[in-house]
């Protein structure tokens, strides 16, 4: 004996459509005000691993936050916000605006910072990296970092 | 008279010994600088004997000493 069942009504999906429109706006208006970009903890960190695989002359490197603190670093992340930021002060006070990047080549290596909407980053590689190169990469690594973030 | 592609392996030969030379002479001439951009392209170099620039080799110095 074949069993059959009752035919499952159709609902109508239109009235909670528009039910999702007018009723959800509340929770979309909220996700837009929480929407400060995360520009901390696993996505810095991951920018800075992104950018020692892209790199292999970098020695090391940290992304900054606004006011100098590390958000993430390849090392301690206190001694990498506190020199990071003396370097770009440095940079800053040597002329009469601040800098958008930087490059000082040393007998011991290479210093390079970068500053990207809010962010900036810092890094070392070995001597005679090209600085066209690193400064793509570093740009790079923030792009994506503001990216995700938004 | 020389196959073809001996005379390009030849040129391409030639091209990388003229890359490594420029790298050496680059390597052995190069000297310790800090170059700073300001936007629209602007630069700035400064040498170790400015303040500005002592002050940037220092601060670049505690850099590369965090990079261990």
């Known amino acids: 004996m074949a069993r059959t069942r009752a035919p499952i009504p159709q609902a109508i999906t239109t009235a909670s459509q528009d039910a999702r429109s007018s009723d959800t706006s509340y929770m979309f208006a909220e ?7 995360d520009r901390s903890g696993a996505s810095a960190q991951s920018a ?7 790199s292999p002359d970098l020695r090391g490197c940290a992304i900054l936050a606004a006011d100098g603190h590390a958000l993430a670093a390849s090392g301690d992340a206190e001694r990498w916000g506190s020199a990071g930021s003396a370097l770009l002060a440095a940079a800053d006070a040597a002329g009469d605006e601040p800098v958008t990047h930087l490059h000082v080549a040393t007998e011991d290596g290479e210093a390079f910072a970068l500053r990207h909407e809010g962010l900036a980053v810092v890094a070392v590689a070995d001597r005679f990296t090209l600085a066209s190169l690193m400064f793509f990469d570093m740009r ?10 938004a | 008279m020389q ?8 040129r391409v030969s030639a091209y990388a010994d003229e890359a490594t030379g420029f790298l050496r002479r680059r ?25 500005e620039g002592r002050r940037l080799f220092a601060a670049a110095a505690d850099l590369i000493d965090a990079a261990g």
Do not use: N
Not at chain 1, 142 to 147: H, M, P, T, V
Not at chain 2, 3 to 10: E, N, S
């Open chain 1, 31 to 37: 996700m837009a005000v929480d929407a400060e970009p």
């Open chain 1, 48 to 54: 800075v691993a992104r950018l020692g695989e892209m």
């Open chain 1, 140 to 149: 790079a690594v923030l792009r994506d970092l503001i990216r995700e973030a």
């Open chain 2, 3 to 10: 196959k073809p592609q001996r005379t390009i392996l030849g």
């Open chain 2, 27 to 51: 390597r052995m001439t190069r000297k310790p600088f800090a170059r700073v951009y300001h936007p629209g392209g602007r630069s700035a170099a400064f040498s170790s004997e400015t303040a």
